[in-house]
């Protein structure tokens, strides 16, 4: 297959990982990330200005969740990825489970919120639109459980075992379409789990966890069939270029590894997320009945041991 319509040729040298982290921009990934690098720095700018804090681990978390999308689609990795489907299955892991856990720890949408002006009575500014999206229909829908847990399956079993994914990898633009699908996807799954951002669908931590281990082991399913797959699967990886020196099904088992190895990663680091987020949300609400209890005199715990006395008196 001739890759040469997306800037590559087909004589690309033996992968090794210092040349696939050579740079090799995407422009429009390269335009996205630091459009999203600059904006997100705007808002903590202006937060910062009003004299307002912003957490510095959200920064951070954003950051490198900008910079992991950055190194899979700006580097050769994006190269290697259109000719060898273990590089491509890297990509597709890190843009549709790693990168979105790290953005949405962001919270860019807490922050657009409060950093964003508020409009003038009557009118609709980027502040008002954002917030009529939120609590949309729309957004209702795309992110309960049905549908997220839907979307995530599908972009594995719809894509790599129907001729989409050959008709994709086809164009520049379909191949572009297929990454932002899988960010999109990421996100949408992920957002109502981490529960940092305000949205529609906010489950209690113990529901999280159960759409959270609804969603992994499908990839695990997903990576074991293409392991034991005994021929290619997709034709765009089929006819590997004789430079790289590889074997397509072995390329592909690879893959399948990758894909079954890498479900456990975000389900650790979710699962961290979470527990901290429970830990602080009790220690919170602790704080709340001490203080409600300072300025009512423990009238919940007088009311209870009066009840006590009354059932010891009968």
């Given at each position: ?145 049905a549908f ?39 996100l949408v ?19 999280r966890m ?105």
């Amino acid at each position: 297959m001739d890759h040469s319509g997306h800037g590559m040729t087909t004589d690309l040298p033996p992968f090794t990982l210092g040349r696939g982290l050579e740079f090799s921009p995407d422009l429009f990934f390269l335009i996205g990330c630091l459009a999203a690098l600059g904006l997100y720095g705007w808002g903590v700018a202006r937060l910062r200005r009003r004299g307002d804090a912003w957490p510095v681990s959200r920064t951070v978390f954003f950051t490198v969740g900008v910079l992991s999308v950055a190194l899979m689609m700006c580097t050769k990795l994006n190269d290697y990825g259109m000719v060898m489907f273990s590089v491509h299955m890297v990509q597709h892991m890190v843009i549709s489970m790693l990168s979105p856990i790290l953005l949405l720890l962001g919270a860019p949408v807490t922050l657009a919120l409060r950093a964003l002006p508020v409009a003038g009575r009557g009118s609709l500014g980027p502040r008002e639109l954002l917030l009529k999206l939120l609590h949309s229909r729309y957004m209702k829908v795309i992110t309960h459980p049905a549908f997220t847990i839907s979307m995530f399956v599908a972009s594995l079993y719809g894509l790599y075992f129907s001729p989409l994914f050959d008709f994709l990898m086809g164009s520049k633009a379909g191949h572009i379409g297929m990454m932002v699908h899988f960010l999109m996807v990421g996100l949408v799954f992920f957002w109502p789990i981490m529960g940092v951002d305000p949205g529609p669908h906010r489950p209690g931590y113990v529901m999280r966890m159960l759409e959270l281990f609804a969603g992994m082991p499908f990839h695990a399913f997903f990576g074991i069939a293409m392991m034991m797959a005994t021929g290619p699967l997709v034709d765009a990886y089929k006819n590997p270029p004789a430079s790289l020196g590889i074997d397509a099904l072995a390329d592909q088992n690879a893959a399948g590894g990758i894909a079954w190895a890498f479900s456990e990663i975000p389900s650790v680091i979710v699962l961290i997320a979470l527990v901290y987020q429970w830990y602080h949300s009790e220690q919170r609400q602790a704080v709340r009945k001490d203080r409600a209890a300072d300025r009512d005199g423990d009238k919940e715990l007088e009311a209870y041991n009066a009840y006590l006395a009354s059932l010891r008196s009968r």
